[in-house]
């Protein structure tokens, strides 16, 4: 068999004819996967009118007689046909770009690499042009990501969502990357800055100019890879630069979709795992306190939530416990809900228990935002309250206790809010989850899930 010939631009693309049928099957197996959004509709009873039942990562062009796959997949694809003896020759047909002049010495000096971890990371980002590093909150990512750039020496892009996260990027660019305010680009806030060597998008801004920005990337970044919508992993899709690097605080993607976040953003590379025996005795732990919530109907779990977030006794139960913690002035409260109403109560009763809070919901203006993160952060107000949802948005240092006060399903977002109890300043606190313990057999499987995400973060029990 003659060598099959691969060409990489923004996807993978060889000729049907030089691979055999299984192992065109074999492929189709492993990019195929099976739509949520359809399952969940399915469901409940919902219309699926032009909703897919799976979701591709793998396209047959009929014409050309020529098979794509997402550009991700190409380290597990040169690892099948390592395997099954397939010789191949690369191609690399992906955007070229003249060094920017980056400082060489931003990808190589100390700054801010603290733990031997950070070394180990980059060392392993540097090897590989596409994939994913994975980590707590609070431990360095962006600060790797910049580094890498200064090595790639070519224009780079991050992706993210809102603005606040695009500020937060374009500070630690100029902190790490030694650039000025007017070398960082901005898409979105007003902003569409086009050129320059480093810019943050944010994502709807960003879709409007894509076609644009596009032929201008050599280094696509996407923060909060495990969390963003599936649209962004489709836009990627269209990018032909030669790197692409994914930030994330899991390496699972809820829905079954962790495949498909791989297959275009590339396998992980890196996981950090802070050295918890060193930090031993500061190590976040997880306290479960039963309640006595019941429910005879379990199986619609949207009732069941809304019973739960109703409940007296429990209600009280969370609100004694906050009220507790925080009688000590150096507690800082994040509680979670899924309901807004259940927070409001929730803040309502800590109240009239002569405490004082915060809610923050994806309607909270900008300015109110920054006033409640400002108060937090001086510690003149101890206790923020938020829907889980809204967690991978959430700019607020110093978290040292976590109220889980509903259920969370989703392991993504768990495992972010768990992150802002790893940061060193919330550790010198001594962290602590206050989760809770519910009678019906659901409520209790979830709450099992959940504490195989703290254990897998280093939560002790």
Known sequence: MEELKIRLDNRIRFSKEELPPEGIALLKKRLTFNNPLYERNERFGKPN??????????WEDQEKGEIALARG??????????????????IDDTLKFKTVGFDSRVGTEALG????????????????????????LGFGLKMLACKLTARRQVPALVIVKT????????????????LGPGDIGLIGDGHRDLGKSFTIAITLTLWKVLDQVEPQT???????????????????????????????????????LTGLMNAYLGPRIYQIYPDYDRLEETRPLVKVRPTSFDYSYQDDWSEMITALCQDEGRNGLIVTDILQ????????????SERIG??????????????????????????????IARRFARGRLQVVLIPFKSVPSLEIKGVNRLFVASPVKYGDYMAHVTGRLLTPEANNGHSVIFDYQDKPE???????????IYQTMGVSS
Not at 113 to 136: D, N, R, S, W
């Open 49 to 58: 009118f032009g909703i897919d039942p799976t979701l591709r990562c793998i």
């Open 73 to 90: 997949f190409l380290p597990d694809l040169v690892r099948i046909l390592h395997k099954n003896r397939i010789g191949f020759e690369l």
């Open 113 to 136: 690499m603290t733990q031997p971890f950070h070394f180990e990371a980059l060392e392993a980002m540097t090897k590989e042009c596409f994939g994913i590093v994975v980590g707590p």
């Open 163 to 178: 603005k606040r996260e695009a500020y937060i990027w374009k500070e630690k660019a100029s902190q790490y990357l030694k």
């Open 218 to 256: 050599g280094f696509l970044i996407v923060d909060q890879c495990n969390l963003v919508s599936l649209k962004v992993y489709f836009k990627a899709g269209l990018f032909r630069c030669p790197f692409m690097l994914g930030l994330g605080t899991s390496p699972k993607r809820s829905g079954g």
């Open 325 to 336: 913690e925080t009688a000590n002035p150096k507690t800082k409260a994040l509680v979670i």
């Open 342 to 371: 259940h927070l409001e109560d929730l803040k309502g009763r800590i109240e009239a228990g002569y405490g004082e809070a915060g809610v923050i919901t994806g309607e909270t203006s900008p300015s109110k935002r920054e006033e």
């Open 442 to 452: 659901p409520l209790r499987a979830s709450l099992k899930r959940r504490l195989k």
